[in-house]
């Protein structure tokens, strides 16, 4: 017999999609995790939560991604995606994101970051002092409003800060508005 | 504010371009020739600096371990990751190909056993005859699929756990079950580790369970 039933099947290589995408997938996560978990880091530190509770949080979160694309989940806006389950992660792990967490954010030291070649030590100190004023502040806003600020500091629009948040896209804006006019009194 | 026209909503989201078409229209127009709501767009401006500021240098740890712990949970998650918890989710991404292709591997090793020939049994034969080649990776054995050459050494393989339906058999002709029984067991899936290329093409297949 020349050919079998079996053989009838494409001699010619298939298209596995599904390792493909499961490798799109990967890059996808990784190259997420790389633009992302600092930036992650710094909303929960906003948000009062201490760094190593938040990097645990980010770790956790970016392990739920993947489990989200392995399972075929929306990849539609993952941005948003991670901040939603870094925010429910942090909630969950009970944070009140407020005076009453252990790391309170004008306890933080802040991280060392580039600083201009023509600054002096005293114009460093005046900026860090300057900073810690601006975190202070932002403690006393509503959690709604702090997360909308900081958000919208990554370069989010309403619509996709209201889709981190779940909130309105309305609601985003009187958040924003009023964090904004709250803070211009305190500073 | 003193502005009339004006107020502090308007001025933020015209600040952060978040204006609707209609007061896209006129709000940009009056901050321009507004010296009071410049002055105010200014202090917006300035106070989201100052925040960004905050946010940019807030304390955070940073961990190359964290990134190296990723990359190897993603590593092994392809190696071994359960299709199992979601069968049906798996198989639309996997695409009928990769099905196929594990089933055709499935009615090699199980046909000529349970499935007493239609014809005249010739192709059981030959599909036996490929059978007997095999191809070792980590130490399992896979079964070579028919067009894949088992002398040649499988570069970067990748082993993908995946379940197959027995009722994509039907599809191709080969029955794993008794005839009677087919209807029955339409739904039912066998567990396999699918070898695959580095082209993702299937070289091999090994039943992993078979209940």
């Known amino acids: 017999m020349e050919q079998g039933r079996v053989l009838i099947f494409p ?11 499961g490798s799109n997938d990967s890059r996808l996560l990784l190259d997420l995790y790389d633009r992302e978990q600092t930036p992650l880091k710094r909303y929960l530190a906003m948000l009062g939560v201490d760094p190593e509770t938040a990097r645990d949080i980010v770790q956790e979160s970016f392990l739920k991604l993947h489990e989200h694309l392995l399972g075929g989940g929306d990849q539609g806006n993952l941005r948003a995606w991670l901040y939603r389950v870094v925010h429910n992660s942090a909630r969950n792990k009970q944070m009140s994101f407020g005076a009453r967490n252990t790391g309170r954010i004008d306890d933080l030291t802040p991280a060392a970051s580039p600083v201009a070649k023509d600054q002096s030590a005293e114009e460093r100190l005046l900026e860090q002092e300057r900073e810690q004023r601006v975190r202070a502040a932002m403690q006393k806003l509503s959690e709604a409003q702090r997360a909308c600020l900081v958000l919208r500091t990554q370069g989010m629009k309403y619509r996709e800060i209201a889709e981190s948040l779940d909130l309105s896209v309305s609601t985003v804006g009187e958040n924003v508005q009023r964090g904004l006019e709250r803070l211009r009194e305190l500073l | 504010m003193k502005c009339e026209r004006m107020n502090w909503d308007l001025l933020v989201r015209a600040v952060d371009k978040e204006l609707s078409s209609s007061e896209a229209e006129w709000v940009p127009a009056h901050i321009a020739a507004c010296p009071e709501c410049r002055r105010e767009c200014e202090a917006i401006e300035n106070v989201s600096l100052r925040i960004e500021a905050a946010v940019n240098r807030s304390a955070v740890l940073e961990n190359s371990a964290d990134r190296e712990f990723l990359v190897a949970h993603v590593t092994q998650q392809h190696r071994v990751k359960p299709i199992r918890h979601a069968p049906e989710k798996v198989m639309r991404r996997f695409g009928w190909g990769m099905a196929i292709a594990a089933t055709l591997a499935l009615g090699i090793i199980v046909a000529p056993r349970q499935k007493p ?7 059981t034969e030959q599909a036996m005859g490929t059978v007997s080649n095999a191809i070792e990776v980590d130490g399992e054995t896979f079964v070579a699929l028919p ?12 082993i993908v756990q995946m379940q197959v339906p027995l009722s994509s058999l039907a599809d191709i002709g080969i029955a794993l079950e008794p005839v009677a029984n087919e209807v029955l067991n339409q739904d039912r899936t066998v567990l396999a580790d699918v070898l695959l290329g580095a082209d993702g093409q299937p070289l091999g297949v090994h039943v992993v369970s078979w209940e």
């Open chain 2, 117 to 123: 020939p239609r014809t005249d049994g010739a192709p």
């Open chain 1, 11 to 21: 001699a010619v290589p298939w298209k596995i999609e599904s390792v493909e995408n």
């Open chain 2, 147 to 158: 067009y894949s050459n088992p002398d040649l050494p499988a570069s970067a393989p990748r």
